[in-house]
């Protein structure tokens, strides 16, 4: 398969180019993920994410790096690429791969001729991809399609003739998620192919989804997964289960046994041991996953990190089976860690970052080799540098350089803040470019979503196009933001949105008092959870000059009836179900404060977007409009709340006008007050 590996050229010009980042900068990026070091630790395969300015798009790559020389080539280049995994012996590499115009299939290739066989013709996209010990066979998961639910029917249709589209009969609890619309009737199933090709078999049936990882015992004869199999299923969404299924026959024996979801389960070398994710679900709005480990019946159940209270993702089993390895998020900064059998905890590499550019949400991802050598994608520029890939402390490949090495972007800076309660809040600044020190600039506060997620001091390309238009960027992580502890991410449990707001004033005022931040020229934006914090801001306080609410929650209880997930915002951020407690909804939905907004906010929402879904953002808009508070309302086209900025145009023109707003009502010299 040919590989085009030229960009467009930039049409030819005679005026220097801008050292300032801007929109059509955003195809230029490009960023490290999944990397999967080989066993015998010698060669990282990794996706390499790249902004395509003819398709609009980013496109992936699966690339080959020699750990010893460095040298980089590429193994698939058309569509898209993910998912590489070695074979146990790491003379192969699966992968999934979608040609222009084809359903995803999997693929092998073979290192030493270089030989590329695609092993499956399927109807939908396989994942989860996991080799046998032996390297004979793969196993995936892929969705079954089903029957949809039938009421009645239409006349029966003339030869010929042209009618309507036949009723569409909804009746699941989840109907609809973002990013892929409405549901499919059928399940995600259980299958394994040989590796060399030829018709899968499936293992698993039932009106159940199962979810991977998939693990084999090193006999081959098990597969351990996680599955959610109650009969209530619809309505307990959060309580899977690990399960060993048997190959050969199909039975499914379940290992785990409680309230609340246990999943991410991987066999140890010897077999002995399964080590799984999970807690016990106390419908709490936030709860950290914690690492156990259980024998391999599913006997001797014992957490290894419940003292750490941070949330374990990603574990991989060490070679010798006496220690885990796990990521997680400690005070915005991710890390790598060896956790051995008595919960010792050894951190290994810190900094990750990757799996998003507009926002700078913590992140990255890793693999281990037998000989125990660490492949990670982070960052090590200070967050000026979208994730690269690292092996080690060595840092393998330079993305984007050429690019960004002749562009001036905003320095990253911690910020202290202290909240009124006197805890440590963590914030940063991103500077203008040539930032002068104790010159006062016009200041956006960027607020992240979740909201329990958080933000770290890695790239982000909306906060450096921000910077470059001539404003300090401050980013935080308020109370309910993750990587702090359990009891620091609760204080906002059932009472959000509240004390964040307190928090976010807290930096804006530490920004001011440091002398970056003009407090006559403020601006606060931020989308989803940020967008609910923005839109509570602005019905708070006046002290902004102007705000743009993103993708936001307006009011709780049409947002609870109307989400992809409409069990969770009832059951987990409220007490009781709308129609038992309205006003607790009411009291804390962003509407309830419109009468006191006067700053000028712009509302902007994707046009498919189900989790906060476009109602919201509309009945946002046309409260202000009937108030007669300055507003417009910015749909972004085709754009689902998960892949709000995935097209680079949409993400840079969402940017672009979110700045024109902003300085519709910036106030300084040559501007109009």
Do not use: C
């Amino acid at each position: 398969m040919a590989q085009n590996l030229a960009a467009p050229a930039p049409a030819a010009t005679t005026e220097q180019p801008s050292r300032l980042f801007g929109g059509a900068d955003l195809f230029g990026l490009e960023i490290a993920d999944s990397p999967q070091i080989s066993p015998d630790g010698a060669r990282v395969a990794y996706v390499r994410k790249s902004g395509d300015v003819m398709a609009d798009k980013m496109r992936s790559a699966i690339w080959l790096v020699d750990v010893k020389t460095g040298e980089q080539v590429p193994l698939a280049g058309a569509g898209s690429q993910f998912a590489p995994v070695w074979s146990p012996d790491g003379k192969r590499l699966a992968y999934v791969g979608a040609e222009e115009g084809g359903a995803p299939q999997l693929y092998v290739r073979w290192m030493d001729s270089g030989a590329t066989a695609r092993i499956t013709s399927l109807p939908d996209s396989p994942s989860s991809l996991a080799w046998s010990p032996d390297g004979k066979q793969i196993a995936y998961v892929m969705h079954v399609p089903g029957e949809p639910t039938k009421f009645g029917a239409a006349p029966a249709k003339p030869e010929g003739a042209k009618w309507a589209e036949p009723l569409e009969v909804i009746d699941r609890v989840t109907y609809r998620g973002d990013g892929g619309g409405y549901l499919k009737p059928g399940f995600d199933q259980v299958f394994i192919v040989a590796a060399d090709g030829g018709a899968p078999r499936q293992l698993t049936f039932g009106n159940f989804d199962v979810s991977g990882p998939l693990s084999f015992a090193p006999d081959g004869k098990t597969l351990v997964l996680a599955s959610n199999r109650r009969a209530d299923w619809e309505r307990e969404p959060n309580d899977s289960e690990v399960f060993a299924l048997d190959v050969a026959s199909g039975a499914l024996t379940q290992l785990t046994k409680r309230y609340g979801p246990d999943h991410g389960a991987v066999v140890s070398p010897d077999g002995s041991k399964i080590a799984y994710l999970g807690y016990d679900d106390t419908h709490q709005s936030y709860q950290a996953d914690v690492l156990y480990v259980m024998d391999r019946d599913g006997a001797n159940a014992k957490a290894l990190t419940a003292g750490l209270d941070r949330s374990i993702e990603d574990v991989q089993w060490a070679a010798d089976g006496r220690s885990v390895y796990v990521a997680f998020d400690d005070k915005a900064v991710r890390k790598v860690a060896r956790v051995d059998l008595a919960g010792k905890l050894t951190v290994l590499a810190e900094g990750l970052a990757g799996g998003g550019l507009d926002r700078p949400y913590t992140g990255g991802s890793f693999s281990v080799s037998k000989g125990g050598v660490i492949a990670w994608t982070g960052d090590m520029s200070g967050g000026v540098r979208p994730a690269n890939l690292f092996v080690g402390k060595r840092q393998m490949t330079q993305l984007g350089e050429t690019l960004l090495g002749g562009k001036t972007l905003g320095k990253v800076e911690p910020l202290d803040v202290t909240a009124s309660d006197g805890r440590k809040i963590g914030a940063w600044l991103v500077l203008p470019p040539g930032y002068q020190a104790g010159k006062r600039v016009p200041l956006i506060l960027e607020i992240h979503g979740g909201p329990h997620t958080a933000y770290g001091p890695v790239f982000s390309s909306d906060d450096q196009l921000y910077a470059a238009h001539g404003y300090a960027v401050l980013f935080t992580n308020p109370r309910g933001s993750t990587s702090y502890g359990s009891d620091f991410a609760n204080l906002i449990d059932k009472a959000y949105p509240g004390d964040d707001y307190t928090d976010l004033m807290s930096a804006v005022d530490a920004a001011i008092a440091k002398g970056v931040a003009d407090p006559d020229n403020l601006f606060v934006t931020g989308g989803s959870g940020g967008g609910v914090l923005t839109s509570w801001i602005v019905g708070k306080t006046d002290r902004f000059k102007a705000a743009a609410t993103q993708k936001p929650v307006i009011n709780w209880i049409s947002e609870a009836l109307t989400m992809d997930g409409t069990g969770f915002t009832s059951r987990y951020w409220f007490k009781k179900q709308p129609w038992e407690d309205p006003m607790s909804y009411w009291t804390r939905s962003p509407l309830s404060l419109v009468g006191n907004v006067k700053t000028p906010t712009m509302v902007v929402v994707g046009s498919e977007d189900f989790r906060t879904p476009v109602s919201e953002s509309e009945q946002y808009y046309a409260a202000l409009q009937i108030r007669g508070v300055p507003t417009a309302l910015v749909k972004v086209p085709g754009a689902s709340h998960g892949g709000f900025t995935a097209r680079p145009s949409q993400s840079a023109a969402k940017a672009s006008a979110i700045l024109a707003w902003f300085d519709k009502y910036r106030t300084e010299a040559g501007k109009a007050k």
